[in-house]
């Protein structure tokens, strides 16, 4: 239905406190990340039937990763990759951008 699913967000739950330490701005107890070194990251979200056309009122999951990105781990995310409708178009319609991103995030 357009979000990250239960267990994904019970992943990113528990990432949070293994991958970021107690902080004091805003609010005690929001996480920030245990080291100042900066990081890179490259978000890939896929989706069975909805097509990147609808991708803007389907996609809840990716700034919910990107923000866990920003917060827990202080990387900043380079690109994204939304592969809609694999169900119907396959994977390879996405490979040549997904590699690109893995090109974009190791340089």
Request: hydrophobic share 40%; proline share 7%; glycine share 8%.
């Amino acid at each position: 239905m357009g979000h990250a699913t239960a267990i994904m967000k019970t992943f990113l739950e528990r990432l949070c406190w293994v991958l970021a330490k107690p902080g004091r701005f805003p609010l005690k107890g929001c996480p920030q990340p245990r080291t100042n070194r900066r990081k890179k990251a490259i978000i890939i979200v896929s989706s069975g039937i909805i097509p990147p056309l609808l991708r803007k009122w389907c996609d809840e999951a990716t700034p919910l990763l990107r923000e866990t990105c920003k917060t827990n781990l202080n990387a900043r995310v380079v690109g994204s990759l939304y592969a809609g409708a694999v169900e119907r178009k396959g994977v390879d319609a996405y490979l040549k951008k997904a590699f690109n991103l893995g090109k974009k995030l190791t340089s």
